[in-house]
């Protein structure tokens, strides 16, 4: 053999080697290549209502297999929420291959829920999904009534090791709820398959309380490039809030003062204007999605709330929003989140493992009742 030959061949032992030595470093080392994304959800159905429903479900079902999860879908029975977050927990904590660990849930139907109170402040009571999400933390009930003293020490690290969404339209007394849960059902469906679209734009809507941090709400609202953004103090009011919403975007996020069923708006600085939770049934909104941050506004417990108001009327698949005082605050990382097209559920997780959280004294209280309603398995790319 030649010396060129040789050569030759050297140089492509060598090549192979180098291409090998790397391919070996990918598959042994890198870290993402042994850690799977989960990809197990579970589908909790009321059993009262399971029979009723059943067509919607199953089509559910084959939707999120299709998108590419592994899911089951249980008749659910228990009452106790302590149960059904052992049965969450188990699932997390036990599967086959890191790719079947559990992902996140979805709650359909009148589900358990957690009641907690914020033992810092003379807050009322409130429904704490954290509960179901945090699956490793300690969670006291120091006066043995059945309500979580939130802000009592220990109580494991307040994180999210899944995501749960609830779609229920049973609060609600002012529509048909079997028909509620086929319109959304049936939406939901035809969102997955391109047939329910919007332009990828968002209406930004701040109160006048707080219209002074427009530029960093903005900013941080990273989501969408197209956003509309109204936070002039005389402009934000009842008559015009109820223009905008009626008009065509993919999201809306409201920052409003609020109850269960009403916004304010003007507050402080002018005469106060209301809108109900029947403004929200009887207008055509057009938004697929809202970031309520809008104390209150979405304890899906209350009657008539504004949350599962707007999540069974019109258009709306998802919203995420408090079931006490505040929202979802510095939220950069979520709308990051879902500009990289995660669902909406995993930037829900993610976001509440922002650090920048735990940089401001209580915020991890104020959040503390943040909870998704619809379907946490969207996304809006």
């Given at each position: 053999m030649s010396k060129?030959?040789?050569?030759?061949?050297?140089?492509?032992?060598?090549?192979?080697?180098?291409?090998?030595?790397?391919?070996?470093?990918?598959?042994?080392?890198?870290?993402?290549?042994?850690?799977?994304?989960?990809?197990?959800?579970?589908?909790?159905?009321?059993?009262?209502?399971?029979?009723?429903?059943?067509?919607?479900?199953?089509?559910?079902?084959?939707?999120?297999?299709?998108?590419?999860?592994?899911?089951?879908?249980?008749?659910?029975?228990?009452?106790?929420?302590?149960?059904?977050?052992?049965?969450?927990?188990?699932?997390?904590?036990?599967?086959?291959?890191?790719?079947?660990?559990?992902?996140?849930?979805?709650?359909?139907?009148?589900?358990?829920?957690?009641?907690?109170?914020?033992?810092?402040?003379?807050?009322?009571?409130?429904?704490?999904?954290?509960?179901?999400?945090?699956?490793?933390?300690?969670?006291?009930?120091?006066?043995?009534?059945?309500?979580?003293?939130?802000?009592?020490?220990?109580?494991?690290?307040?994180?999210?090791?899944?995501?749960?969404?609830?779609?229920?339209?049973n609060p609600l007394n002012n529509i048909n709820n079997l028909t509620a849960f086929q319109n959304y059902f049936q939406r939901n469906h035809a969102y997955r398959n391109g047939t329910l679209t919007r332009p990828h734009s968002a209406l930004l809507y701040i109160d006048d309380s707080w219209s002074s941090y427009t530029s960093a709400w903005n900013n941080t609202f990273t989501a969408y490039t197209d956003v509309t953004v109204i936070s002039t103090n005389s402009l934000t009011n009842r008559t015009d809030y109820l223009n905008r919403y009626t008009q065509i975007y993919e999201w809306v996020h409201l920052f409003a003062h609020s109850d269960y069923t009403t916004h304010y708006f003007n507050w402080p600085s002018g005469i106060m204007e209301y809108v109900y939770n029947t403004d929200v049934l009887n207008n055509d909104t057009k938004a697929l999605f809202y970031n309520l941050y809008c104390c209150y506004a979405c304890n899906y417990i209350q009657p008539n709330n504004l949350g599962t108001q707007y999540l069974f009327s019109n258009n709306t698949l998802a919203l995420v929003?408090?079931?006490?005082?505040?929202?979802?605050?510095?939220?950069?990382?979520?709308?990051?989140?879902?500009?990289?097209?995660?669902?909406?559920?995993?930037?829900?997780?993610?976001?509440?493992?922002?650090?920048?959280?735990?940089?401001?004294?209580g915020k991890r209280r104020d959040i503390s009742g943040t909870t998704i309603l619809g379907d946490p398995l969207l996304t809006i790319i």
């Amino acid at each position: 053999m030649s010396k060129k030959s040789i050569a030759l061949v050297l140089i492509f032992v060598i090549i192979i080697a180098g291409v090998s030595g790397v391919f070996i470093f990918y598959i042994f080392f890198n870290p993402t290549s042994t850690e799977p994304s989960p990809s197990y959800v579970r589908v909790y159905v009321n059993s009262s209502i399971y029979s009723e429903i059943k067509p919607e479900i199953d089509q559910y079902e084959e939707d999120i297999k299709d998108q590419g999860y592994n899911v089951d879908v249980i008749k659910w029975t228990e009452t106790n929420v302590a149960e059904l977050r052992n049965n969450l927990t188990y699932y997390y904590n036990n599967y086959e291959n890191a790719s079947m660990r559990l992902f996140g849930a979805v709650l359909i139907g009148d589900m358990p829920y957690a009641i907690a109170r914020d033992t810092s402040m003379m807050y009322s009571d409130y429904p704490i999904d954290l509960y179901l999400m945090d699956l490793d933390g300690i969670w006291n009930d120091e006066n043995g009534n059945n309500v979580f003293d939130y802000g009592s020490e220990p109580f494991g690290n307040n994180l999210t090791e899944i995501f749960i969404g609830r779609i229920n339209p049973n609060p609600l007394n002012n529509i048909n709820n079997l028909t509620a849960f086929q319109n959304y059902f049936q939406r939901n469906h035809a969102y997955r398959n391109g047939t329910l679209t919007r332009p990828h734009s968002a209406l930004l809507y701040i109160d006048d309380s707080w219209s002074s941090y427009t530029s960093a709400w903005n900013n941080t609202f990273t989501a969408y490039t197209d956003v509309t953004v109204i936070s002039t103090n005389s402009l934000t009011n009842r008559t015009d809030y109820l223009n905008r919403y009626t008009q065509i975007y993919e999201w809306v996020h409201l920052f409003a003062h609020s109850d269960y069923t009403t916004h304010y708006f003007n507050w402080p600085s002018g005469i106060m204007e209301y809108v109900y939770n029947t403004d929200v049934l009887n207008n055509d909104t057009k938004a697929l999605f809202y970031n309520l941050y809008c104390c209150y506004a979405c304890n899906y417990i209350q009657p008539n709330n504004l949350g599962t108001q707007y999540l069974f009327s019109n258009n709306t698949l998802a919203l995420v929003g408090s079931a006490r005082s505040g929202g979802v605050d510095l939220y950069e990382t979520f709308y990051d989140a879902l500009k990289e097209g995660k669902v909406l559920g995993n930037a829900f997780k993610l976001w509440f493992h922002n650090p920048e959280i735990d940089t401001i004294s209580g915020k991890r209280r104020d959040i503390s009742g943040t909870t998704i309603l619809g379907d946490p398995l969207l996304t809006i790319i």
